[in-house]
């Protein structure tokens, strides 16, 4: 058998709640967890007679969307009716909009794990974000052979933010994803709850030789809820494709459904049963339009973005690119850090971040906390930051009162090296002093070092920094003890 | 342009509309009647007329964002055929 090399083709379609008051056609709530219906309204509900009419905060967000990814927020857009019929959809149409979306064009820059534990940019174009309502819910438990709905859902504003088919590999859908996640939530459009089904995913998954310059065949893989869910249907669905192909057959177009239990995919409908929507514009909605001075004054009110907050990071406080990159994954990391850089200095930003997504993170994430509620708060932290700038601690040191600190077993950094006498030694004669005591009491590795084995003068240290409880300074240690040894 | 007699069993079915024997010829010569409507419409010079949506020129007026419906499922209910726990219920559909 010959041994082609593939290469997958990935774009994705995701489906991001707007985090309004009420739903995008009616003054319904949108609060999720309610009683069934009792957020489902007669525009709802389709009775007739009923009109839609337009909630003014989705438009907004999805020209903040537009603005955050530096699309073509468009001055006129339309809204058309997708048909179909399911019973969670009471009119038989969908209002979303076709020909004339509101958010054109735009890209995102992410940075992808590259398997060798570093990372690489790519930029990912996005073809279209459009406004259109969600429908209701269907459930199939058994109410003596008949499906219950559940419309309260019905109605809900959702931008559907759809990209070119760009990505190469799972993991570059899945830092797509997280980054499209993150820019939502930055932008304050959507809450991002993806258990509550706020962010939803679907993949066109299609597979070709490498080099080959036309598309192969794609199926579309409905609803994936998670980042992992994600990455395990892409994996498993390319790998799929590509066995039948080597096997002699053909991918036929068709919607499939991802099975977490079994990590398998499955068709749903083929292309010959696939949906035929008939489209058109929905005379029931006038054109929207959106002026200029309505996308300036958004402007106006927009967030510095992420991209532009890594940048300055990179430029002003010396950061690397994927350091940069990780503290704007959201506004409350970078808030946090920015607090701790004002008050730290920015001569002490690296050494701010690396605390923040280091030992700070690590210990938030074994907490199961968000950084806004850190134990630490961000002053302290600088305040600690500030003692290792000075000499006044070691690394070491520090790590006990960052532990200290989260244990609420002092007000700051100052405060408990006073009180567990912390204070690093850099007087060079009390440190020879410990250093004389610990050559006298391990000849051995001092015979050993002197042989020529260099893990013995680590050793050494090791035993000096112990005998200091720590407050040794490591880098005098080394040296004066290099040259005690001679 | 004119249907022929499946597509408009095609059209019928994704209108949930039975036809009965008969009927899909009927259906087809009115709709083909209509299709002789648009092809003489289509004869007009419309060159550098923009596109309409919708026969008003106006834009789409707004709403502000609230709340303003408050739950009257009680009153939708009752004429609904069936309900239960709050849920409305339909005969089974599984995709």
């Known amino acids: 058998m010959s041994r082609t090399d593939w290469e997958v083709v990935i774009g994705l379609e995701v489906h991001t709640q707007l985090n309004t008051r009420s739903k995008i056609f009616s003054g319904a709530s949108t609060a999720f967890g309610a009683e069934p219906n009792a957020q489902a309204c007669a525009v709802d509900i389709a009775l007739p007679g009923v009109l839609p009419v337009l909630n003014r905060g989705a438009v907004e967000r999805a020209i903040r969307f537009g603005l955050a990814i530096g699309a073509a927020v468009a001055p006129k857009s339309v809204f058309a009716r997708k048909n179909y019929f399911y019973p969670d959809l009471p009119k038989g149409y969908q209002i979303s909009q076709y020909e004339l979306p509101v958010v054109v064009g735009g890209q995102i820059t992410l940075m992808v794990p590259d398997g060798k534990g570093g990372h690489y940019e790519k930029v990912v174009n996005l073809t279209r974000a459009h406004l259109e309502e969600d429908a209701g819910k269907s459930l199939h438990e058994d109410f003596h052979g008949m499906t219950g709905i559940d419309l309260n859902r019905a109605g809900t504003p959702l931008l559907e933010i759809v990209s070119e088919p760009e990505m190469r590999s799972s993991s570059e859908a899945v830092a797509y994803a997280k980054a499209l996640h993150a820019l939502v939530r930055w932008i304050d459009i959507c809450d991002g709850n993806m258990q509550e089904g706020s962010f939803r995913c679907d993949a066109n998954v299609s597979v070709r030789p490498r080099g080959q310059t036309g598309f192969g065949t794609r199926r579309e893989i409905k609803n994936l809820n998670s980042f992992r869910f994600l990455q395990q249907a892409i994996d498993y669905e390319a790998q799929w494709q590509i066995e039948l192909i080597e096997d002699g057959g053909t991918v036929q177009q068709a919607t499939v459904l991802f099975d977490p239990d079994s990590g398998e995919t499955r068709a749903m409908r083929s292309k010959e049963d696939a949906h035929d929507y008939r489209y058109f514009p929905d005379p029931d909605l006038l054109p929207l339009v959106i002026d200029a001075d309505w996308i300036a004054r958004v402007k106006g009110e927009m967030p510095e973005l992420p991209g532009a907050l890594s940048a300055r990071f990179q430029s002003e406080h010396g950061l690397s690119a994927y350091d940069a990159a990780t503290l704007t994954a959201s506004r409350e990391v970078a808030q946090f850090y920015l607090d701790a850089v004002a008050a730290a200095g920015v001569a002490n930003a690296k050494t701010c971040a690396n605390w923040v997504m280091g030992e700070l993170a690590a210990r938030l994430n074994k907490a199961e906390l968000d950084i806004g509620t850190s134990p630490v708060s961000a002053a302290q932290l600088a305040g600690l930051v500030a003692r290792i700038a000075d000499n006044t601690i070691s690394n070491a040191i520090a790590k006990k009162i960052f532990e200290a600190l989260w244990n609420k077993e002092g007000e700051s950094a100052d405060a408990i090296i006073e009180a567990q006498g912390l204070k690093q030694v850099t007087d060079t004669g009390a440190i020879e002093a410990i250093i004389d005591e610990v050559l006298a009491a391990n000849q051995k590795s001092v015979d050993e070092y002197r042989a020529g084995k260099e893990k013995a003068f680590n050793a050494l240290v090791g035993q000096c920094m112990k005998a200091s409880r720590g407050k040794a300074n490591p880098a005098q240690v080394n040296e004066l003890l290099k040259k005690k040894l001679g | ?95």
Not at chain 2, 59 to 78: C, G, I
């Open chain 2, 1 to 95: 342009m004119s249907l022929s007699l499946d597509e408009v069993r095609h059209i019928a079915k994704l209108a949930r509309i039975e036809l009965a024997d008969g009927e899909a010829e009927a259906t087809q010569s009115k709709l083909n009647g209509i299709f002789g409507l648009i092809e003489e419409m289509q004869a007009v010079n419309t060159d550098g007329v923009e596109p309409m949506s919708h026969p008003q020129e106006l834009a789409q007026r707004l709403r502000e964002d609230a709340v303003t419906e408050s739950n009257r499922r009680n009153t939708f209910q009752n004429v609904a055929p069936q309900t239960e726990a709050g849920l409305y219920l339909v005969p089974k559909v599984i995709e």
